[in-house]
T-cell receptor, first 112, second 112 residues
Framework: DSGVTQTPKHLITATGQRVTLRCSPR?????VYWYQQSLDQGLQFLIQ???????AKGNILERFSAQQFPDLHSELNLSSLELGDSALYFC???????????FGPGTRLTVT | AQSVAQPEDQVNVAEGNPLTVKCTYS??????LFWYVQYPNRGLQFLLK??????LVKGSYGFEAEFNKSQTSFHLKKPSALVSDSALYFC??????????FGKGTRLSVIA
């Protein structure tokens, strides 16, 4: 158990809908990262937050947004969903520069 | 731009034999290097990291990796493979506060 929790584990929704994925980092970790894993694209970095502030942005679509709350949990919002958004979405947390990231179990999103 | 290459999509090895999973990186300056393992339907698990110091890094489950600056490589090794080592392995690199860049992954299959 990494100490990072993600909810829900599975999500099935229709095209055009909006969903919210939730992540709670390990106790004490200030950084939260979101990744998308799909068969054809591999593991893609989406966005990083550090202590409530956006720190880095990767290949995140404009239809996607995220935030980190004062209690350090984070949410990833995906809107106007398309079939191609079906993937595993992982959250990770770390203690800072040079520290390893600890990954949650992921949320499997299926868009039908 | 930073990049990580894992030249082999699949590595097959017999149980009890040594295994090597290859990784090369392109990161300016001094990199932070990591190996992660992913079992089916699970999140990534941290195996080991190189930050500085001894080029041979020992990690979880008997794995080790050797940092070679001249060849910009960070190959993962284990002296004696187990069937339970069969999984997807990811190499990752970062520099300073930049987000981790992951390789595409190598599927290791250990055959009894």
């Amino acid at each position: 158990d990494s100490g990072v929790t993600q909810t829900p584990k599975h999500l099935i929704t229709a095209t055009g809908q909006r969903v919210t994925l939730r992540c709670s980092p390990r106790s004490g970790d200030l950084s939260v990262y979101w990744y998308q894993q799909s068969l054809d694209q591999g593991l893609q970095f989406l966005i990083q937050y550090y202590n409530g502030e956006e720190r880095a942005k990767g290949n995140i679509l404009e239809r996607f947004s995220a935030q980190q709350f004062p209690d350090l949990h984070s949410e990833l919002n995906l809107s106007s969903l398309e079939l191609g958004d079906s993937a595993l979405y992982f959250c990770a947390s770390s203690g800072g520069q040079g520290h390893e990231q600890y990954f949650g179990p992921g949320t499997r999103l299926t868009v039908t | 731009a930073q990049s990580v290459a894992q030249p082999e999509d699949q590595v097959n090895v017999a149980e009890g034999n040594p295994l090597t999973v290859k990784c090369t990186y392109s990161v300016s300056g001094n990199p932070y290097l990591f190996w992660y393992v992913q079992y089916p339907n699970r999140g990534l698990q941290f195996l080991l990291k190189y930050i500085t110091g001894d080029n041979l890094v020992k990690g979880s489950y008997g794995f080790e990796a050797e940092f070679n600056k001249s060849q910009t490589s960070f190959h993962l090794k284990k002296p004696s493979a187990l069937v339970s080592d069969s999984a997807l392995y990811f190499c990752a690199a970062a520099r300073g506060n930049t987000p981790l860049v992951f390789g595409k992954g190598t599927r290791l299959s250990v055959i009894a």
